[in-house]
């Protein structure tokens, strides 16, 4: 099937799947897609149970997209620009030092609660994933997905305050995540790495990353300022999300760290200081859009990813035990520096909890799963994945606005955490 045959299919099952939730199930536009998309997905198994060849053929479909390239090295950087572009700069300032120790420290901590627990529990269950490997499930499982977290939070009602906190933490704890998982599978690929690499690599990624989106940033506000024209200015933004994205992978540093910060440059700045009204309305209505029609597709193919697993009894087991697991390592993990953080200011009521239950996991973990090598526990890691990321978008994202609304009924309360 040709690339543009793939494009279609995928645009018209998410229009489809649009229509269907908007017009009956009512629900968030990324649970009600990824809902319908699983719902297709079992459909097709029962129908292949029963003889028909369809799946099959939906599988072999499947099974032509490369989710990892598709998402890190397509939709990723579209989404985050979107999301970084209303999220304003001196907020995510204001908080910089607490969401700095959730985006680091906070991923640390939880990859390595994840990994040894898991670790004893899989092989209880007789699945026989060494320790390292357990770590590396930590590593991809820890990080909110902001893409999952914008979206959903949106709609859930959470306080000012805490959502700057919950979706800063998710723009740039996914960076250092990779970078986690990108030293493990080292590991486990040519043995031993030094402290020094790591460092270096951490610097190289995360803090070049930051530097090369401020440059594009500042490049792309003073372009924007220097026209008054919404076409040039929306195909500005464009060529800094895709050439900039593109020439931080070059230079071997983070491409979603940078298209972050060039959108808090361009969202924070170039909106309110460059731009005319009618451009800034068509700018924000273009990547609206955007955003809109990506997530769309986005968590129309992580419901039809259940396909290409393969699903044994012992690995979905090991996935639904996993589930409580990484909650109490997202709990103890933001529960800390909430903790530390409220002799300084001021936490909603529970917000230990909202920030656990809201750390949703979603396209990125199962991108880095499926970016492992076939063997050595890939399978066994990407059921357990896929199963902890239905769960959070479905079970937790369903379920985060009452959360919200329970613990919030009261205003916000000091030194609460």
Same mark, same amino acid.
Request: hydrophobic fraction near 55%; aromatic fraction near 10%; glycine fraction near 10%.
């Given at each position: ?11 018209? $099952?998410? %229009?489809?799947? =649009? ?24 459909? $097709? ?21 490369? &989710? ?18 209303? &999220? ?15 985006? =680091? ?21 007789? !699945? ?14 820890? @990080? ?48 031993? !790495?030094?402290?020094? =690499? ?35 200015? /929306? ?18 540093? =983070? ?17 309110? &200081? ?15 859009? +955007? ?7 986005? &968590? ?10 393969? /699903? ?11 589930? @409580?697991? +990484? ?76 959360? +919200? ?11 609460? %955490?």
């Amino acid at each position: 099937m040709t690339v543009i045959n793939t494009i279609t299919l995928l645009v018209c $099952l998410s %229009a489809v799947f =649009s229509y269907l939730n908007h017009r009956f199930l009512k629900l968030p536009m990324a649970i009600g897609l990824m809902a319908l998309s699983l719902g297709l997905s079992l459909l $097709l198994i029962v129908l292949g149970a029963l003889g028909f060849k369809i799946e099959a053929e939906v599988i072999a479909f499947i099974k032509t997209i490369d &989710f990892y390239e598709t998402l890190m090295h397509g939709m990723l950087s579209f989404l985050l620009f979107a999301g970084a572009l209303h &999220f304003n700069v001196h907020d995510l300032l204001d908080q910089k030092l607490f969401i700095g120790t959730l985006a =680091s420290v906070g991923v640390l901590v939880s990859t390595i609660i994840v990994g040894v627990l898991s670790y004893y529990v899989f092989n209880w269950l007789g !699945v026989d994933l060494p320790l390292l490997y357990c770590f590396l499930f930590g590593a991809l499982i820890s @990080p909110t997905d902001p893409i999952a977290v914008l979206g959903i939070l949106r709609s859930a009602g959470v306080p000012k305050p805490l959502e700057i906190k919950i979706t800063g933490e998710s723009l740039f704890n996914d960076g250092v995540g990779v970078v986690v998982f990108v030293v493990l599978l080292g590991v486990a690929n040519h043995g031993l !790495v030094s402290p020094g =690499s790591i460092g270096l690599l951490f610097l190289q990624e995360a803090v070049g990353g930051a530097i090369i989106g401020l440059a594009l940033g500042l490049v792309g506000y003073h372009m924007l300022k220097s026209v008054d024209n919404y076409q040039v200015e /929306v195909l500005l933004t464009l060529s800094l999300v895709m050439g900039g994205y593109t020439l931080a992978q070059g230079l071997h540093t =983070s491409g979603p760290i940078a298209v972050v910060v060039a959108g808090l440059v361009v969202g924070s700045y170039a909106r309110h &200081f460059a731009m005319s009204k009618t451009s800034r309305e068509y700018l924000d209505t273009f990547w609206q859009l +955007v955003d809109e029609l990506l997530n769309a597709i986005l &968590f129309v193919l992580i419901g039809l990813e259940i396909l290409t697993l393969s /699903v044994q009894g012992h690995y979905l087991l090991a996935g639904l035990l996993a589930i @409580p697991i +990484v909650l109490l390592a997202r709990f103890l993990s933001v529960g800390l520096p909430v903790k530390l953080f409220s002799y300084r200011q001021d936490f909603t009521r529970k917000a230990t909890t909202i920030m656990t239950w809201s750390g949703l996991r979603g396209g990125i973990s199962v991108a880095m799963a499926l970016s492992l090598p076939a063997g050595s526990g890939r399978d066994a890691i990407l059921t357990i994945t896929y199963t902890v990321v239905v769960f959070s978008i479905l079970v937790q994202g369903l379920t985060i606005g009452k959360l +919200v609304q329970s613990a919030t009924r009261n205003t916000m309360l000091s030194h609460d %955490a």
